[in-house]
């Protein structure tokens, strides 16, 4: 008999502007499809994914999505309660969501960290990468994702499904790092 598996149940929280495409990130992660137009609920939704992370360890894996919530900037308390990482999402084709950032990353680190006072860990996904040239848009995000403190940043496609599981795996992992 191997020992018995651990199981780490992690909340994450998925914020950034109106249309950047969180929803499309987490359809592409749990479901592995994607589509032109999502309905905007109202309210807030989640997805859940099992993942096997290694022999020892299953992760369940809760990506909440704000869904028509992004006009008001910011989440209230009880949506940041014991979430344990979170993902900022802009769209790297519109400035406006890119200046978002900080706001969101601000938001977060004010309204929630870990038990042990420590800031949860959060990554910047630059979206849409397959509408935009990458040599600039990848060495601006890394640098701006630097400047704000997050764990990593990457350029994702949700359409092309470029980065998008690696992207929540560094997550994953900063995760595990902090159980
Ligand atoms: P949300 O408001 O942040 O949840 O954004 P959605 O996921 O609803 O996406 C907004 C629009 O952008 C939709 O029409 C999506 O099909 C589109 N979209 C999302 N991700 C991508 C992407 O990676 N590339 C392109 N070209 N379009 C995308
Ligand atoms: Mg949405």
């Known amino acids: 008999m191997g020992s018995p598996q651990r199981e780490i149940l992690c909340k994450v929280l998925v914020v950034g502007d109106l249309g950047v495409g969180k929803t499309s990130i987490i359809q592409r992660y749990v479901h592995n499809v994607f589509s032109q137009c999502y309905r905007a609920t109202i309210g807030v939704d989640f997805a859940l994914k099992i993942v096997n992370w290694d022999l020892d360890t299953v992760v369940r894996l809760q990506l909440w999505d704000i869904a028509g919530q992004e006009r008001f900037g910011h989440m209230t308390r009880l ?3 014991e979430a344990v990482g ?4 802009c769209d790297l ?3 406006a969501t890119v200046e ?3 706001r969101w990353k601000e938001d977060l680190d004010s309204k929630v960290c870990l038990q042990n006072g420590n800031p949860i860990p959060v990554i910047l ?3 849409k990468c397959d509408q935009v040239p990458l040599g600039t848009s990848v060495s601006n995000l890394e640098q701006l994702g630097q400047e704000l403190g997050f764990s990593y940043s990457h350029v994702t496609s949700a359409k092309e499904n470029v980065n998008i599981d690696m992207a929540i795996s560094s997550l994953i992992k900063e995760i595990i790092a902090n159980d």
């Open 79 to 81: 949506y940041y309660r």
């Open 86 to 89: 979170a993902v900022v999402v």
């Open 93 to 95: 084709g519109r400035v």
């Open 100 to 102: 978002s950032v900080s």
């Open 125 to 127: 996904l630059g979206n």
